[in-house]
């Protein structure tokens, strides 16, 4: 059975940092693009980074190019995403997906075949 997991959210402040992570089980990620996305209330599902199969790597957003970074311990079968200097726009239920073409990276969610349950990040002072 495929999963995905994300932990690491929480309450920080602005400036602050968190290490979001999404353990996967069931596949491998030889084989799978990862996708992190983001979804503040009342606004769309939106794409914040992605790494492919082959270990290349895409932050979507401009706000959080050079902030966020994301990365992966196939050992672990774990996704981070590592998010610096964090701003109130930040604010979000963040979400890890799985797409299984895997060579590539997509922004939209609906390419992704199976998602985590989110994890909340709450910036603010």
């Known amino acids: 059975q495929l999963q995905l997991v994300e932990s690491g959210g929480g309450l920080v402040q602005p400036g602050g940092s968190l290490r979001l992570s999404c353990a996967t089980s069931g596949f491998s990620l030889d084989y799978y693009a990862i996708g992190w996305f983001r979804q503040a209330p009342g606004k769309e599902r939106e794409a914040v980074s992605c790494i492919s199969s082959v270990g290349s790597t895409t932050v979507y957003p401009d706000s959080a190019k050079g902030r966020f970074t994301i990365s992966r311990d196939n050992a672990k079968n774990t996704v981070y995403l590592q998010m610096n200097n964090l701003k109130p726009e930040d604010t979000a239920v963040y979400y890890c997906?799985?797409?299984?073409?895997?060579?590539?990276?997509?922004?939209?969610?609906?390419?992704?075949?199976?998602w985590g349950q989110g994890t909340q990040v709450t910036v603010s002072s």
């Open positions: 997906a799985a797409e299984g073409r895997g060579r590539f990276c997509f922004a939209g969610a609906a390419q992704y075949d199976y």
